[in-house]
């Protein structure tokens, strides 16, 4: 199994937003996956769990099986990763049914080796033994969700506490933020939410955004808030 991860020596802080999101094939309940190539043009949201069977990441992966529409929409494609095997997968893919109303039907990658956990600085280096031997509160630390544009590019990365379930209408928002500034060159303020007025980025001089925009408001030289574009 080979993973290709960023070459830097900085590799030991961790992934950052505008790395390239690490490569593998692994397996999955949808088969095997290579990763860059399953993205293809589309975007992606990688989200990971420390263990099977766990409750939170239970009620986490019926919510997003339930809203996979709404990623389809936005051309994203969601995969989940948890630290077990995909056999395991498959029997807590029916107590996900059974207890949340719908089963993933999106992939769940089997991470039983720690590839894809330690590739994506989820897990040391060093973790080693089985899957089944570790709890998860030894793989506490696989609570990330990444946004991955088509780029490959590592756009957002979360992470969450075993405790607390994570916000997936967030990760929906933030993506409506992320195609748009990604198509026109303004940024969104706090709370935005799509349609709502946003801010020209501040890489664009007045003189460019008068042939861009016409008029903003300014209640700052710093702040020009302009309709959402279309």
Not at 17 to 35: C, L, R, Y
Not at 90 to 106: F, K, L, M
Request: net charge negative; with cysteine; glycine share 8%.
């Amino acid at each position: 199994m080979e993973v290709k991860v960023p070459d830097r020596m900085e590799m030991d802080m961790g992934l950052r937003i505008g790395d390239t999101a690490p490569d593998f094939e692994v397996e999955s309940t949808h088969g095997t996956i290579k990763f860059h190539e399953w993205i293809g043009d589309s975007w992606a949201v990688l989200f990971s769990h420390p263990k099977d069977f766990t409750p939170v990441c239970t009620t986490e992966l019926g919510y997003m099986a339930r809203i996979k529409p709404e990623f389809d929409k936005r051309n994203t494609k969601i995969i989940g990763i948890s630290v077990d095997s995909t056999e395991d997968h498959e029997g807590w893919a029916r107590d996900i049914e059974e207890t949340q109303g719908t089963a993933p039907n999106y992939p769940l990658i089997g991470d039983k080796d720690y590839v894809v956990a330690k590739a994506y600085g989820m897990l040391p280096a060093e973790t080693e033994g089985e899957a089944k031997g570790r709890t998860a509160a030894d793989n506490f630390t696989v609570r990330n969700v990444f946004v991955i544009g088509p780029d490959k590019k590592i756009k957002l990365i979360l992470v969450y506490p075993m405790t607390t379930g994570r916000n997936f209408d967030e990760v929906l928002r933030v993506i409506d933020s992320l195609q748009l500034t990604a198509n026109h060159k303004v940024a969104t303020p706090a709370q935005w939410q799509p349609g709502d007025d946003v801010i020209i980025a501040g890489s664009v001089n007045n003189e460019q955004a008068k042939e861009i925009f016409g008029t903003w408001k300014e209640p700052k030289p710093y702040i020009r808030i302009v309709p959402q574009p279309q």
